[in-house]
């Protein structure tokens, strides 16, 4: 059966796996001092164009969220985040378990804006007996497939700067979203609109890893202790460094990422043409059509993926993630056999 589930059911991509084993016996000192660590992070700070960046990477997405917020948030603050966020609807609890609230608010699109912010702080502004928002919880892509244009991370930007709100963009899909067709954003805005976002792999060709980026220094004051404490400092950080190194140094990063994308939306236009709708409007890896439950049934019997929502007693959303590794040729069989139902 092939696996629509998720983007990371393969290893990773064969340039990085060739690299390991080249480098893997060159001595290098650890706990992120060796050479590819040092250079890997000069070469992300020129692809975002800031210089003045600070970036750690860590072994995953939901640990660096929890690390990130956790370093950030004082006893009493809280974060806001769609219900959709990762960290309100996928990761057991981790940040109340630091012991700091997530706020959610309800989306049609998986995307914040500034009204939805405004009346979240109107209601959280009887001090002292309300936790104090602090942090702006956004990813790209979203948990659903969409992502943020210039002119909406512009204005959550501002409004965050405006309200003394820091601003942190969930990047685990971040490839995706730049390389979607209506994307137009770049790397270098999305530093430049952020206080901090990650850069994701694990989702993206590599084995595992995302790269933090504090867009200010005064952000990431003290966090190499953070990282120590909370055991995600790597004594062979060489590891996760290597990979972002093969990902950015022809930006292979974004030509995995776009192909993906382009396998997502061959299925959606055969979706389409079948004359199904969607439940979000996604131009990412992930999609969301809407099927009869008897063909989810029979497309079950060869494919692996979610059952998203039920819409009604007869069709149901379901979700289909194409990865960096997608195969076109399943690819075309799933839609032969979509078509044929």
């Not at 893997?24 to 660590?37: A, K, T």
């Not at 966020?85 to 990761?91: K, P, Q, Y």
């Not at 997530?102 to 500034?114: A, C, N, S, W, Y």
């Not at 819409?311 to 993630?321: G, Q, T």
Request: net charge negative.
């Amino acid at each position: 059966m092939y696996n629509f589930k998720n983007d990371y059911s393969e290893g990773a991509h064969p340039n990085i796996l060739n690299k390991l084993i080249e480098t893997n016996l060159v001595q290098q000192l650890g706990y992120g001092e060796d050479d590819y660590s040092i250079e890997a992070k000069e070469l992300l700070k020129k692809k975002i164009n800031n210089p003045d960046a600070v970036i750690y990477f860590l072994s995953g997405g939901t640990q660096t969220n929890l690390i990130v917020l956790a370093s950030l948030l004082r006893a009493h603050e809280a974060v806001i985040s769609a219900k959709t966020g990762h960290i309100a609807s996928n990761e057991t609890g981790a940040i109340e378990a630091t012991g700091h609230k997530v706020i959610t608010i309800e989306t049609k699109d998986g995307k914040l804006k500034p009204s939805d912010l405004q009346l979240t702080l109107q209601e959280h502004s009887l001090r002292p007996h309300v936790v104090k928002p602090r942090i702006v919880y956004i990813s790209n892509s979203t948990e659903i497939g969409t992502i943020y244009t210039k002119t909406e991370l512009t204005a959550l930007s501002e409004f965050c700067r405006s309200n003394n709100l820091l601003l942190y963009l969930d990047g685990a899909r971040l490839g995706h979203a730049l390389t979607a067709a209506n994307n137009d954003l770049t790397l270098a805005d999305v530093s430049q609109l952020t206080d901090m976002f990650y850069i994701g792999a694990t989702k993206n060709g590599g084995l595992i890893g995302e790269a933090i980026v504090f867009n200010k220094l005064e952000l990431a004051t003290d966090f190499d202790y953070v990282l120590k404490q909370r055991g995600a400092l790597l004594a062979k950080g060489r590891l996760l460094a290597i990979q972002f190194l093969e990902l950015f140094r022809d930006d292979l990063y974004f030509t995995l990422a776009k192909h993906a994308n382009v396998m997502a939306q061959k299925i959606s236009d055969a979706v389409k043409e079948k004359g199904y709708s969607f439940l979000t409007d996604s131009t990412t890896n992930q999609i969301f059509p809407i099927l009869p439950k008897n063909v989810i049934e029979k497309l079950n019997e060869k494919y692996l993926f979610y059952v998203w929502k039920e819409i009604d007693a007869n069709h149901s959303a379901v979700r289909l993630i194409t990865s960096w590794a997608a195969d076109e040729t399943q690819v075309d069989a799933f839609i032969k056999d979509l078509k044929s139902l």
